[in-house]
């Protein structure tokens, strides 16, 4: 068996116009910024490093074109569940439902094996000066219940999936599952920590296992699946 062709989308799905708008803290196609009560008045600021802002803000992007502003930090940490950049911890942006961290090069980012991407806005544009960290995180435990050094908790409903697939590089994010259980129809709406399969004449939700590891019977998938765990990038495959 393999992933079905759909699941593949799901990575980008998972970049999706209507979150991105969100993310780039109220930046729009026509460049509009924050709403007052959000930010504060100030020189131009800087993203990375942080700086050119009162305390407890974090100057945020504001516009597609990448201008600048400084926004009164929330209290949702690295990884948590958002609603836009207001939300999220000092020197933290909203980025596709998640808080991350800015960076322009994947050696911006904590972790072993990260990488640095961009974020786009509805239509496909990207957004200036807003790339980000992407999640260090366990595919077959979204929520890292087994507290493995090194990896962050994947919101209530959200999966972990490789950010780039095919390729052995262990990179991996945070992505919002569905809610199908184990042997049930799917069309990439499986529950946390499940995968839906392709078996030719249908489609079901199996569980995510690395390689090697765990009680059940983990088969490799048709293409390269890797995450990396305790700094080691290692295959990722489902339970049969």
């Not at 802002?53 to 948590?80: F, Y």
Request: proline fraction near 5%; aromatic fraction near 6%; include cysteine.
């Amino acid at each position: 068996m393999r992933l079905t062709t759909l699941f593949a989308l799901l990575l980008t799905a998972g970049c999706s116009g209507a979150d991105s708008e969100e993310s780039a803290g109220g930046a729009t196609s026509t460049g509009s910024q924050l709403p007052p009560e959000n930010y504060a008045a100030t020189d131009a600021c800087t993203t990375l490093p942080q700086s050119g802002c009162p305390s407890e803000h974090t100057c945020q992007v504001a516009s597609n074109a990448g201008e600048t502003t400084c926004v009164k930090a929330g209290d949702t940490p690295l990884a948590g569940a958002c609603l836009g950049s207001s939300d999220c911890g000092l020197g933290l942006f909203c980025g596709y439902g998640i808080c991350r961290s800015y960076c322009e090069a994947a050696d911006d980012c904590e972790g072993d094996v990260v990488d640095c991407l961009q974020i786009v806005d509805g239509n496909g544009d990207e957004i200036t000066g807003q790339k980000y960290c992407t999640t260090p995180c366990n595919p077959a435990d979204p929520a890292n219940a087994g507290g493995r050094a090194g990896l962050l908790s994947c919101p209530t409903d959200w999966g972990c999936y490789a950010a780039n697939e095919g390729t052995p590089s262990g990179t991996t994010d945070c992505f919002l599952a569905g809610s199908q259980s184990v042997g049930e129809e799917c069309t990439n709406d499986c529950a946390p920590g499940l995968v839906c399969l392709n078996s030719g004449d249908s489609q079901a939700c199996a569980s995510f296992c690395l390689v090697g590891e765990g009680s059940c019977n983990c088969q490799s998938f048709a293409e390269p699946y890797h995450a990396a765990i305790d700094g080691t990038v290692v295959e990722v495959g489902f339970c049969q």
